[in-house]
């Protein structure tokens, strides 16, 4: 299984980024695919995932969105009303067979994309 990320860039406080994980080797219908961040100098933390129905982090709820387009076997993370504390290395990741209560573990994921960088200016 690979993933490629891709979408993010540099955006003033406020705006949007819509970030891109092309799933290869798995229908993204059948795996939990998952979005984590990771700031300079910080642990990579969960942001948002999907199979079922969506899963967020507290930070993110309401602002960010996850999604997924089986035709294109691809996830998306559409993310609004950016901060400046959203800064980070965002990163796609899947994996088979994990619980709804195993979500949140990085722990958990089998397969990681190789990340893609969003810039929050103030």
């Known amino acids: 299984v690979q993933l490629q990320a891709s979408g993010g860039g540099l955006v003033q406080s406020g705006g949007s980024l819509r970030l891109s994980c092309v799933v290869s080797?798995?229908?993204?219908?059948?795996?939990?695919t998952g979005w984590f961040r990771q700031a300079p100098g910080k642990e990579r933390e969960f942001v948002a995932a999907?199979?079922?129905?969506?899963s967020y982090a507290d930070s993110v709820k309401g602002r960010f969105t996850v999604s997924r387009d089986s035709a294109k076997n691809t996830v998306y993370l559409q993310m609004d009303s950016l901060k400046p504390d959203d800064t980070a290395k965002y990163y796609c990741?899947?994996?088979?067979?994990?619980?709804?209560?195993?979500?949140?573990?990085?722990?958990?994921?089998?397969?990681w994309g190789q990340g893609t960088l969003v810039t929050v200016s103030s």
């Open positions: 999907i199979k079922s129905y969506p």
């Open positions: 080797g798995r229908s993204v219908s059948r795996v939990v």
């Open positions: 990741a899947a994996g088979r067979g994990i619980l709804l209560s195993e979500m949140r573990n990085r722990a958990a994921y089998h397969y």
